[in-house]
């Protein structure tokens, strides 16, 4: 399970709440989290949307800013990903020579 900081969910919020358009499906997809994750966020601060019909005006798109946080956010997530698998790799090889090396002392 991943943490994120309260920063961070805050700012989910502010995001989902700033896009009538939006679901919450497309916000989580945007900043790279689990829908119901974001879902949660945002019955925690009471901040659900009333249900119904949407509002006539079609969504704004994501300003250039937002679209290159989202991007940026998702390739910061690739990278971890890569780091992690990279570094459990190491632990595997590394515990591998390990192994090897203290059987052929035996």
């Known amino acids: 399970m ?3 900081p309260p920063e961070f969910k805050a700012d989910a919020v502010a995001l989902y709440r700033s896009r009538p358009g939006a679901t919450i499906r497309s916000v989580a ?3 790279g989290v689990n829908p119901e994750t974001l879902r949660d966020w945002v ?3 009471g ?4 249900r119904g019909r949407r509002a006539e005006t079609a969504a704004e798109p994501p300003t250039p800013l ?7 956010r998702k390739k910061v997530r690739e990278l971890e990903e890569e780091r992690e698998i990279l570094r459990k790799a190491a ?3 590394a515990g591998d020579c390990v192994l090897n090396t203290k059987e052929s002392w035996l």
């Open 2 to 4: 991943k943490h994120y």
């Open 47 to 50: 901040a659900n949307r009333p």
């Open 66 to 72: 937002e679209a290159e946080n989202a991007a940026l």
């Open 91 to 93: 632990k595997y090889f």
């Open 29 to 31: 997809a945007d900043l």
């Open 43 to 45: 019955r925690a601060a």
